[in-house]
């Protein structure tokens, strides 16, 4: 089992330019998330997905994009790229089917805008 | 604003010493609280996590105690190695939706 697997690992990016980044998981999870982590600010919830075809707004989604392209796959869009959006991404997974869900976390992708 | 405050923002122990970090949060709707654990350029993994209904979790040198009525929860590391040293996470969620973050604890073990 791989778990959650996110590419690239690192990437960089001229402002304005955009990208994808992806994420797919082979452990049957209803429901995928991406987070970027910023140092001093801890995880921040971008956009997440409870199922399949579903896909909801998190705490920072304002200049991103997401798609839920099917259970195994969920991936994120940056369409013009700022230097505030460089940040280590993470994406993750759960069953979300009630309490005690756990979040299972990607390597994360490196992302520096100049 | 923080859901989820956590301290202190960094800590250095020795080895053999008790490590405490401190999580406060404000919605008693929470009802599900983990504790995450990361090391350098890896994702973040479930260390150990608490339900409300009890006060205290033990799993091996890793302990979470939980204050309701205080809205505050804290993780102790018994007996710190230096292989503890790494980013801990508290976190906290209303089952089903989303998950909240503390900003991390970054702990160094000194031997």
């Known amino acids: 089992n791989a778990g959650v697997t996110q590419t690239p690992k690192f990437q960089v990016l001229k402002t304005g330019q955009s990208m994808t980044l992806q994420c797919a998981q082979d452990?049957?999870?209803?429901?995928m998330y991406w987070y970027r982590q910023d140092p001093g600010m801890g995880l921040r919830l971008i956009y997440y997905?409870?199922?399949?075809?579903?896909?909801d707004k998190g705490e920072v989604p304002n200049g991103y994009n997401v798609s839920r392209l099917n259970k195994r796959e969920f991936s994120l869009r940056l369409e013009s790229a700022a230097p505030s959006q460089t940040s280590v991404y993470f994406c993750?997974?759960?069953?979300?089917?009630?309490?005690?869900?756990?979040?299972?976390f990607g390597p994360g992708t490196r992302l520096l805008v100049l | 604003q923080q859901q989820v405050k956590q301290s202190p923002q960094s800590l250095i122990v020795q080895k053999g010493g008790i490590s405490i970090i401190n999580c406060a949060y404000e919605?008693?709707?929470?009802?599900?609280f983990p504790w995450y654990q990361q090391f350098p350029g890896k994702g973040p993994a479930l260390l150990i996590a608490i339900r409300p209904d009890v006060s205290e979790k033990k799993e091996g040198r890793f302990t979470i105690s939980f204050n309701k009525s205080a809205k505050q929860f804290s993780l102790h590391i018994m007996d710190s190695q230096p292989g503890d040293s790494a980013t801990y996470f508290c976190a906290a969620t209303n089952t089903g939706n989303q998950f909240y973050f503390g900003t991390g604890t970054s702990l160094t073990v000194i031997p």
């Open positions: 919605n008693t709707a929470f009802d599900y």
């Open positions: 452990m049957n999870h209803n429901s």
């Open positions: 993750a997974s759960s069953n979300a089917q009630g309490v005690g869900e756990t979040q299972y």
């Open positions: 997905s409870a199922s399949e075809g579903t896909t």
